[in-house]
C-alpha cells in the first residue's frame, strides 16, 4: 500500500469555528494538530508542539504564514512547517481541504 493509501481524510473543524489569526487546538487520531485561518482564509495546520521545548503552537502569535512560539519565540512557517533563522528545526505539518466549510485534515 502507497503513503497517499494509506492516509485518512479526518474533519476536524468548521471554518466558522475558527478565527482570522488564532489558533485552534484539535486532536486526530492521537495527534494534537495546530490550526489556523490565515488573513486569505487559507487554513494551515501544522503539529502542536514547537521543536524546542514543546510549547503550544496554537496559542502563538500569527503573522502572515508564520506563526511565533508563545514560550521563546521561535517563528515557525506554517506552510512548510520550517524553523526559521537563526533556529533550526522542523514541525509536522498536514495537508488540508476545505470542502463546502468543513475543514479536513490527511493524517496516516
Ligand atoms: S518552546 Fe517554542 S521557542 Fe521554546
Known amino acids: 500500500?502507497?503513503?497517499?493509501?494509506?492516509m485518512q481524510k479526518v474533519e476536524v473543524?468548521?471554518?466558522s469555528d475558527l478565527s482570522v489569526g488564532v489558533?485552534?487546538?484539535?486532536?486526530v487520531a492521537g495527534e494534537e494538530i495546530a490550526l489556523f485561518k490565515l488573513?486569505?482564509?487559507t487554513v494551515r495546520a501544522?503539529?502542536?508542539s514547537c521543536p524546542h521545548k514543546q510549547g503550544p503552537l496554537s496559542e502563538g502569535i500569527v503573522s502572515?504564514?508564520?506563526v511565533f512560539c508563545p514560550l521563546h519565540d521561535w517563528k515557525i512557517n506554517m506552510k512548510d512547517g520550517k524553523v526559521?533563522?537563526?533556529d533550526v528545526g522542523c514541525v509536522k505539518k498536514y495537508n488540508v481541504e476545505v470542502e463546502e466549510e468543513i475543514i479536513f485534515i490527511y493524517v496516516e
Open 84 to 86: 526559521q533563522a537563526p
Open 13 to 15: 473543524a468548521k471554518l
Open 64 to 66: 502572515g504564514e508564520h
Open 1 to 6: 500500500m502507497s503513503k497517499v493509501d494509506s
Open 46 to 48: 501544522i503539529q502542536n
Open 23 to 27: 489558533g485552534q487546538r484539535v486532536n
Open 39 to 41: 488573513k486569505d482564509g
